[in-house]
């Protein structure tokens, strides 16, 4: 993970999204923090590519529906490069089908296009710094709601979690259900900071960028069930 206010290097920002008025006004937010800078803006998904490829900003803000390319496509192919390039999808609704989609890409999260623009600010110096935005329950809730959706026949098989010891494992499923940290330590008996050395063993042996991604597998594999 890049600590990037140690480097006293601003936060690189694509914009993406169809809508110039739209990006003007993410522009406008974003160029009042120090720390944040607007390297350049696309209006559809292949530009978003383009842009990406060539600039490798640390975080792309990208629209969901866009002409040529959509968003889900054009941040799996930002995703499928393996540059340091991480992606927060912005969606319209709090509750789209677009989100399972979006996550399953590879996307570091995603956020209601009306959020406060403190919130806006704060998920991207946080998917910057290699973390994910979406809070286990609210990923949770989308995967109960859309469990439907969430059979993948290119998804991890459930044998690539026999890399994981018995606690690891019960560390993914309590990370799963929507625990923090602190209450997976406290549900456990053990410190916190050994709970974060877990989730980091989880993360790393199953390949996953961050706990989003951990949430997906655990669903897909079968190690958790959606509640009926």
């Keep these: 993970m890049i600590d990037r206010a140690a480097s006293g290097r601003p936060v690189r920002v694509l914009l993406a999204d169809d809508q110039p008025l739209l ?10 923090e120090h720390d944040l800078d607007v390297v350049a803006e ?15 900003p640390d975080v792309v803000l990208m629209d969901v529906r866009m002409p040529r390319m959509d968003g ?15 992606v927060l999808v912005l969606t319209t609704f709090d ?10 890409a590879g996307a570091s999260g995603f956020l209601s296009k009306d959020v406060p623009a403190e919130e806006l600010i704060a998920a991207i110096r ?19 709601r859309f469990a ?7 998804a991890t098989p459930s044998s690539a979690l026999s890399a994981l010891t018995e606690r690891e494992r019960e560390v993914l499923v309590q990370v799963a ?35 989003v991604q951990a949430v997906v597998l655990a669903y897909e594999s079968g190690l958790v069930r959606p509640r009926a």
């Design 42 to 56: 696309a209006g559809d998904g292949v530009e978003a590519v383009e842009l990406s490829r060539r600039l490798l």
């Design 23 to 32: 990006r003007t006004g993410f522009r406008m937010v974003l160029g009042a």
């Design 148 to 154: 439907d959706l969430l059979p993948d026949p290119t």
């Design 72 to 86: 889900i496509a054009a941040t799996r192919a930002i995703v499928d490069t393996r540059l340091p390039v991480r």
């Design 95 to 104: 509750l789209d089908e677009y989100v399972v989609g979006a996550v399953r």
């Design 177 to 211: 259900r929507g625990l923090s940290n602190a209450e997976i330590a406290a549900a456990l008996s053990v410190s916190e900071t050994t709970i974060k050395t877990h989730v980091g063993h989880v993360l790393t042996k199953l390949g996953l960028r961050d706990r």
């Design 126 to 144: 946080t998917v910057a710094g290699g973390d994910a935005v979406v809070g286990p329950r609210i990923l949770r809730r989308l995967l109960e």
